[in-house]
């Protein structure tokens, strides 16, 4: 089982910068691929960036976030994360952080979620 949670969100105005942490405990594997989902309210859950665990190399952003969102990962510490500059209203949302063990695989692990709110 890995075990995620999320933190560093808030609220910000339009143009400021977040970074938001998710900590994975439990078993980890190196074939993981982690990644970043947001669901604003009445809207369904969507991708904004993933990463391979092992490297970092091999890095995903979803178009809406190319050039303002960067992710990374940091293997000794166990956390993942994702730098949002250039904040948008449109990116007011919960971000959830989640794991699968492959490119193959479902993102069958996620965190609780933190809140991110943009103000205009």
């Known amino acids: 089982q890995v075990q995620l949670v999320e933190s560093g969100g808030g609220l910000v105005q339009a143009g400021g910068s977040l970074r938001l942490s998710c900590a994975a405990s439990g078993r980890t594997f190196r074939s993981y691929i982690m990644g970043w989902f947001r669901q604003a309210p009445g809207k369904e859950r969507e991708f904004v960036a993933a990463?391979?665990?092992?490297?970092?190399?091999?890095?995903y952003l979803a178009d809406s976030v190319k050039g303002r969102f960067t992710i990374s990962r940091d293997n000794a510490k166990k956390q993942v994360y994702l730098q949002m500059n250039s904040l948008k209203p449109e990116d007011t949302a919960v971000y959830y952080c989640a794991a699968r063990l492959g490119p193959g695989a479902e993102y069958n692990y996620w965190g609780q979620g933190t809140q991110v709110t943009v103000s205009s």
């Open positions: 990463i391979n665990w092992s490297d970092g190399s091999i890095t």
